[in-house]
């Protein structure tokens, strides 16, 4: 009998936690090792419509959705897919997984969610170091007695492993995309792709305002441009989004006086096929981020399998993946993270994440644009050693080892074989025999 494993992840929600849940219930179920149940929660206000109709993995993660959170019985093991002040124990076994952080400390919650676990999951070895090394020393407000807030479950790193059959190199387009690009004037474009999230101009996680601004006084006034598409949003596909998004663009180029390069915004949403037509489409020539810090980085893992170079912050999750051989990463140096740049809950005060050196990343994309063929061996040596080190199928079988040394401990449960009874003639009576009896 097969050991029952219950899910509960953002597996509906297109964002980055609901890919990574997603990957596991597919990898879960490819193992046919397992009675795999899913519990879909939201996440923040992200649409809750990725599961495609047609699609033989999200119909399979379809088929086994639980509509109650009432169990007939408790799982063997819970994989909680969220973050880790949400984890909660709830089956004979449990392991939280999760992104983790994109600063230089978690707070201190997060810690506490980690140790109501057995064992977690984390998607880089930046992210482990983080809870590793955290440490917060706390007084009981009522004794007076003092303590110390440390992880102390085992941990281990499982890199999202790349879908290399979604994600390759191609030229064949869609009549979306090939319309998208219809509206692109230059030929020659960097691609950001990533939310747009909370914070002023250089406070933003994935710090765009800033790469907009730093391409466009590197490309100004000049007589070959360049340009730039940001496939970006913030929670949502609305039109109220798109004018946000628009608007922001708007406000940092007005800062900036000259003949500016071209801007693009792609608002929308795309299917993994889109996606990766967007990363090999001929107008798009390299892929750039200045990231603040990631837990993992799943869109540079994606645009690399397009075989252009990548460009990106050298510090955080990703640089598990843009081997320094092969990526172009950009120095810089820790700074405070500015308070609205994270929902109170989800900062410490101390803690500190990458800025970009803003003036060698001008010379490096201007270098890019004029020398690009000098980077594009590097650039399918970081596709061929990405495919090979970072895939689906490689993650899929990682987590089966890690799950099998779980459930180890977990008895399974076997079915009952009951011994073969012959009927008994009703028609002639038992004869009974009695013991022989003394006279006392």
Known sequence: MKQQI???????????????????????????????????????????????DGNEHHEAIKSRLITSPQLPKQPDLHLHVVVPNEFTPVAKKNIGVTAGIETTVPVPQWIDGMNRMDLNIVTSEFTKAGFDNAKFEFQDEKTGQKG???????????????????????????NDISGAFSNVDDDWNFLFTGHWLAGGVGEDRKDIGMLIKIFCETFKNQKKQP??????????????????????????????????????????????????????????????????GEGFGRPLLEACQSGKPVIASGWSGHVDFLNSNYAVLLGGSLTKVPKNSFPK???????????????????????????????????????????????????????????????????????????KLNKVNTDTPPKLELPKLKKA
């Open 6 to 52: 219950l899910v509960t992840g953002p597996v509906k929600t297109r964002s980055g936690y609901g890919n990574h849940a997603r990957d596991i219930c597919r990898a879960l179920i490819e193992l046919d090792k397992y009675d795999v149940i899913i519990n879909s929660v939201r996440w923040g206000n992200t649409p809750m419509n990725a599961l495609e």
């Open 148 to 174: 110390t807030v440390k992880t102390l479950k085992p941990m281990e790193v499982l890199f999202e492993g790349v879908d290399t059959t979604e994600y390759f190199e191609t030229l064949e387009m869609d």
């Open 227 to 292: 340009g730039l598409i940001l496939k970006t949003s913030s929670a949502s596909f609305s039109v109220l989004d798109r004018e946000e998004m628009l608007n922001k663009i708007r406000n940092v180029k007005n800062s900036i006086a000259g003949d500016l390069p071209k801007i693009y915004l792609l608002h929308g949403d795309l299917t993994d096929s889109q996606m990766n037509q967007l990363y090999n489409h001929p107008k798009v020539k390299a892929h750039v981020s200045f990231t603040h």
């Open 345 to 419: 809950e989800m900062l410490f005060e101390e803690s500190q994440w990458f800025t970009v050196n803003y003036q060698q990343a001008s010379q490096v994309i201007l270098d890019v644009f004029k020398n690009y063929s000098k980077y594009l061996v590097k650039a399918k040596q970081l596709q061929l050693y990405t495919k090979n080190t970072f895939s689906f199928e490689k993650m899929k079988y990682k987590l089966d080892d890690i799950i099998t040394g779980v459930l180890k401990d977990v008895p399974q449960e076997v079915g009952l074989k009951l011994p």
